[in-house]
Each structure stands twice: as structure tokens, then as C-alpha cells.
């Protein structure tokens, strides 16, 4: 199982990037997935998360209302939508698989893992 993140890059601030995932091998279809995020030097934080059917979705607070999940199962794929952004949001953003239904913003609880992604955002 390979998880392939790509679409990252450097923005200025206000400016909008998407993110996307995609999974090689077995199908996700009934499995949550989520983006994480991690500063250099720091823990890595979770970001946004999507139940199978894309109708739950949770965001950490620092960006509900800026950043969206999504999801396509017929492609294996999870993607995040990234607007206004901030040099705050400036990361490696990582996605990742949970091999159950259930939500969680727990990154121990999360299964497979794709490599990071870099986020820059200028002021």
C-alpha cells in the first residue's frame, strides 16, 4: 500500500494551493482518511479528516473556513483544498489512512502514511 502526495509549492499569502493523494494498491473505500501537518522541528498536527462517504468531515480550528477536504473512492484519492492561505500554514503536509471507518485526529491512530508534500507560504 502506497500513499502519493503531490500539489504542494510555494504561494504568497492569500493564494490558494490544492492538495492531492493517491493510493496505490488496496481500495479505501470504507477507510477515514486525513492531512496532517508538520514545522520542522515540531510535532505533526492534524489538519482536516473525511469519513468514506465525504458527509463528516473535521478541521483543527486554525483552518476551518480556509481549507477543504475531499474525496473521490473510485479514484483512491483524498484531496485538500487550501485557500487564504497564511505564512503560518507554511509545512510538510502529509496524508494519511486510517484502516477503519471511524474519525480520529490522533496521528498514532492512523495507518498508512504518504511521504510529505511542501508547503510554503510568503508573506
Known amino acids: 500500500v502506497q500513499l502519493q502526495a503531490s500539489g504542494g509549492g510555494l504561494v504568497q499569502a492569500g493564494g490558494s494551493l490544492r492538495l492531492s493523494c493517491a493510493a496505490s494498491?488496496?481500495?479505501?473505500?470504507?477507510?477515514?482518511m486525513g492531512w496532517f501537518r508538520q514545522v520542522f522541528g515540531k510535532g505533526r498536527e492534524f489538519v482536516a479528516g473525511?469519513?468514506?462517504?465525504?458527509?463528516?468531515?473535521k478541521y483543527s480550528d486554525s483552518v476551518k473556513g480556509r481549507f477543504t477536504i475531499s474525496r473521490d473512492n473510485a479514484k483512491k484519492s483524498v484531496y485538500l483544498q487550501m485557500n487564504i492561505l497564511k505564512p503560518e500554514d507554511t509545512a510538510a503536509y502529509f496524508c494519511?489512512?486510517?484502516?477503519?471507518?471511524?474519525?480520529?485526529?490522533?496521528?498514532?491512530?492512523?495507518?498508512?502514511w504518504g511521504q510529505g508534500t511542501l508547503v510554503t507560504v510568503s508573506s
Open positions: 473525511i469519513d468514506w462517504s465525504g458527509s463528516s468531515r
Open positions: 494498491g488496496r481500495s479505501f473505500g470504507w477507510s477515514y
Open positions: 494519511a489512512v486510517r484502516d477503519v471507518p471511524g474519525s480520529s485526529t490522533s496521528r498514532s491512530e492512523y495507518d498508512y
